[in-house]
């Protein structure tokens, strides 16, 4: 049942909104007057009325009568265009484009190389038309997958995004419906795939009004950001309609490649056919129906395989995850912080694990969470687990949201773009990594309420009383603090910044052309560490092709002893050469058999048999 105003030509337009509760609701026709417009109830809950002489542009509203002193005129929630705003009425569009796309069958998988940005912050003029000029700098760099942060409609114009107040409208500072679709359309005319960052486990705490509507929120049920949605109690399948619409929507009318689910764990549903299993099967039936495969991941702070298990095997079967665990254990090796979530990591053991299983923790008591926590992942694929050495989370979560430029040096950061792009995961970078870009990620807002900026505010200070990092909070509400997180470009073109992006675009191409590192199959790595010396190699084949990979997170250059597999090896990758602007290569051209090594301190070689 799609949900929302449905232009049909003509300057016909189908209303229908589900508001089960509620004695009556009519339609207010902005544009024309405030025309009302009565509209009928079916037994499920949903209002609708067809409507002549309503062209696109049209603004409308809906008046709600739920008896006495609760008569309220307000915007759709299933709104598709939000021109004034979360508290302004809505706007019909028609969702007829010129898409140059119709060939396009998307990337798979397993080939993909996510850059995740912030549309706001990745440019100067911050609109998805000013993305797409660096589309092409992206490709040039290895780029298969670029993933957007929310952009659903949220209040003003500064936000992450995660605090969208209409799940179907595009942010109408960024450039609205027709500004995301010509950003995707060119992704694709490129060979780029588009992923979509969506928030199904709750509405934001401005603007969003569909709690008037009816019984979208489950109370039995809480989150970080306050009532649960309500997937599973009563009058629950007009609220999983309403979001099954929606991840439909964005794959039927923007073309879009995946979505990636916020935070699943906070989506709470106890029923015999999870919401995120169902949605899954009906992303399926679009997939079979299309002829090309769209894809869900997760993120999840669950450690819980089920997330992307086969359904045979009582999962919800999704395409892939994000997994924490990696990052923790890689950031807290080389930066040695110890402080809030990373006082469970720190043990060269654990980085050695979440090599060779993504998942740290198992089943094994965690301090942070007061809790055993977790389950083995040792069956799922490597291609099901997205990793990371820095994301907007583990950024812009930092009181001063410092990047991994700003806590390491140069050996350092190439140590942590090895660790990612060598592994048999699929890699994610976060906008500006590929260069070292120093300028902070901060948490932004731009909400027009005192009350709640003051929350804001407070909320964070309070956020970070766990860690032990110095200074002044950023004020999230202050355009100083957007505007230091934009990113500067023109970095990528010097100094030590080329040096990275080289490094990177070499990395990049090595996991794309080199058939034993493209290889994602779980049988087809094996990983061994010393801990005494910090040191870990990877090794990965796939069939007459084989590859070892040495890292070295030890500060200081280390001896190690190591007995190659049969054959002759040769460097094709070495970190600390001068081409990179390393301190110059201590590792062999060439090896075979019983070999002592010296390690340079915070590097990678790479070795091929040849």
């Not at 209002?47 to 542009?57: F, H, L, Q, Y």
């Not at 493209?518 to 010393?530: C, H, L, P, R």
């Not at 250059?557 to 001068?578: H, V």
Request: glycine share 10%; proline share 6%.
């Amino acid at each position: 049942m799609k949900v929302g105003a449905q232009y049909q030509g003509d300057n016909r337009c189908l209303f229908r909104v589900w508001a089960p509760l509620l004695k009556s609701v009519e339609l207010a026709i902005v544009s024309d007057g405030n025309r009302r417009v009565p509209m009928g109830r079916d037994g499920a809950g949903y209002w609708e009325a067809a409507v002549r002489s309503v062209p696109p542009g049209t603004l409308y509203k809906y008046v709600l009568d739920g008896g006495p002193g609760l008569q309220a005129e307000l915007p759709d929630p299933a709104s598709r265009f939000q021109p004034q705003g979360v508290h302004g009425p809505s706007q019909v569009i028609d969702e007829a484009f010129p898409w140059t796309d119709w060939s396009w069958k998307g990337t798979a998988l397993r080939d993909w190389i996510i850059y995740e940005l912030h549309v706001g912050t990745f440019t100067p003029e911050g609109t998805f038309d000013a993305v797409v000029p660096r589309l092409a700098d992206l490709k040039s760099l290895g780029i298969t997958a670029v993933e957007l942060m929310p952009i659903a409609q949220f209040p003003g114009e500064r936000n992450w995004g995660y605090d969208g107040a209409y799940p179907y409208a595009v942010q109408n500072s960024y450039g609205g419906p027709g500004g995301l679709k010509r950003l995707v359309d060119a992704a694709h005319g490129i060979g780029m795939s588009v992923i979509l960052d969506v928030v199904y486990n709750h509405f934001g705490p401005e603007g969003a009004y569909a709690g008037l509507y009816g019984p979208y929120f489950n109370p039995k049920y809480k989150t970080p950001w306050g009532d649960a949605i309500n997937f599973d109690g009563p009058h629950s399948d007009g609220v999983r309609n309403f979001y099954f619409e929606n991840a439909l929507a964005w794959l039927r009318d923007f073309h879009l490649d995946a979505l990636r689910l916020d935070a699943v764990h906070a989506i709470f549903d106890l029923s015999a056919r999870p919401f995120l299993r169902e949605l899954k099967t009906r992303v399926d039936d679009v997939s079979c129906h299309d002829q090309r495969r769209y894809y869900l991941i997760a993120e999840s702070d669950l450690n819980d395989p089920r997330v992307v298990r086969p359904r045979a095997l009582g999962g919800h079967a999704l395409d892939a995850q994000w997994c924490d665990d990696f990052h923790h254990a890689l950031h807290t090796e080389i930066t040695c912080e110890r402080d809030g979530y990373y006082m469970d990591f720190g043990r060269f053991a654990q980085l050695i694990k979440a090599f060779r299983e993504c998942y740290v923790y198992t089943g094994q008591y965690s301090h942070f969470r007061r809790r055993s926590f977790g389950a083995s992942a040792k069956a799922i694929p490597p291609r099901k687990f997205v990793i990371f050495s820095q994301n907007h989370d583990h950024v812009g979560n930092r009181m001063l949201g410092e990047r991994t430029a700003n806590l390491i040096d140069l050996e350092g950061r190439k140590l942590l773009a090895g660790s990612v792009l060598l592994s048999p995961y699929l890699p994610l970078l976060f906008m500006g990594e590929e260069y070292g870009e120093d300028a902070p990620f901060l948490y932004f807002v731009d909400h027009s309420d005192p009350q709640l900026i003051r929350a804001v505010r407070d909320g964070r200070v309070n956020e970070f009383k766990e860690f032990k990092w110095g200074g002044e909070v950023p004020d999230p509400a202050g355009v100083g603090t957007f505007l230091k997180s934009k990113i500067k470009w023109e970095k990528r073109k010097s100094g030590d910044h080329k040096i990275l992006h080289e490094f990177y675009r070499d990395l990049i191409a090595l996991r794309k052309n080199n058939p034993a590192i493209a290889n994602s199959d779980k049988y087809s790595y094996d990983v061994t560490g010393f801990e005494e010396t910090k040191v870990l190699i990877l090794q990965r084949w796939r069939r007459q092709y084989r590859v070892m990979c040495i890292f070295s997170f030890n500060t200081e250059s280390t001896g190690i002893e190591i007995n190659l597999p049969a054959g002759n090896w040769k460097k094709i990758l070495d970190s600390a050469g001068l081409d990179y602007g390393g301190p110059g290569p201590l590792m062999p051209d060439g090896m075979a058999g019983e070999q002592s090594l010296t390690v340079p301190p915070r590097s990678i070689a790479v070795y091929e048999r040849i």
